[in-house]
């Protein structure tokens, strides 16, 4: 089964730092592009991030780029989003999802249940 | 960056009836659109890829179309489950842009 699991939310004070990882199982993770997507509380949908399936392509959401770093280790089948200098404004849930064919730039066919990040003092 | 419009933002319909909801981009995005589907405190599901292919799994009463700058997601006839929001997303060009969401309600 073509699974996502996010972990690493959590609350963390304005200026602070925060990893979420992302672990994909079920199919061959390197083949595909990632992204991360995001949802404040009552609000639509944000994408926030995007890398190729080998790592060598990234790319960033204007309202997150210089902050937020996207990485994945393909020999742990993980994806990763670092956050850093936090703003209350980034408070969400954040979703890691899946392009759905291989290489880049498609929809996304799978997606985690996603992980909680509340920024507030 | 290219912006998603979507309307309405509410609409309200009873079981049965068919409804379409409408996705205009800034820009144009070829047919390079998907539609999502997500309920309260649930992940997104994708329905329609490329403008108007439909996903498998998804029920053929959903349905999408256009190209260029407009497209339309329509419910040929409305069922139960369908009462949620509905986003659009153009994946023509970085970064990738979502509409606001039309949240579907009972009339």
């Known amino acids: 089964e073509v699974q996502l699991v996010e972990s690493g939310g959590g609350l963390v004070q304005p200026g602070g730092s925060l990893r979420l990882s992302c672990a994909a199982s079920g199919f061959t993770f390197s083949s595909y592009a990632m992204n991360w997507v995001r949802q404040a509380p009552g609000k639509g949908l944000e994408w926030v991030s995007a890398?190729?399936?080998?790592?060598?392509?990234?790319y960033y959401a204007d309202s997150v780029k210089g902050r937020f770093t996207i990485s994945r280790d393909n020999s742990k089948n993980t994806l990763y989003l670092q956050m850093n200098s936090l703003r209350a404004e980034d408070t969400a849930v954040y979703y890691c999802a899946k392009d759905r064919v291989a290489g880049i730039g498609d929809a996304f066919d799978i997606w985690g249940l996603g992980t909680m990040v509340t920024v507030s003092s | 960056d290219i912006q998603m419009t979507q309307s309405p933002s509410t609409l309200s319909a009873s079981v049965g009836d068919r409804v379409t909801i409408t996705c205009r981009a800034s820009q144009s995005i070829s047919n390079w659109l998907a539609w999502y589907q997500q309920k309260p405190g649930k992940a997104p599901k994708l329905l329609i890829y490329?403008?108007?292919s439909l996903e498998s799994g998804v029920p053929s009463r959903f349905s999408g179309s256009g190209s260029g700058t407009e497209f339309t997601l329509t419910i040929s006839s409305l069922q139960p489950d369908d009462f949620a929001s509905y986003y659009c997303?153009?994946?023509?060009?970085?970064?990738?842009?979502f509409g606001q969401g039309t949240k579907v309600e009972i009339k």
């Open positions: 890398i190729s399936g080998s790592g060598d392509s990234t």
């Open positions: 997303q153009q994946y023509n060009t970085y970064p990738w842009t």
């Open positions: 490329k403008a108007s």
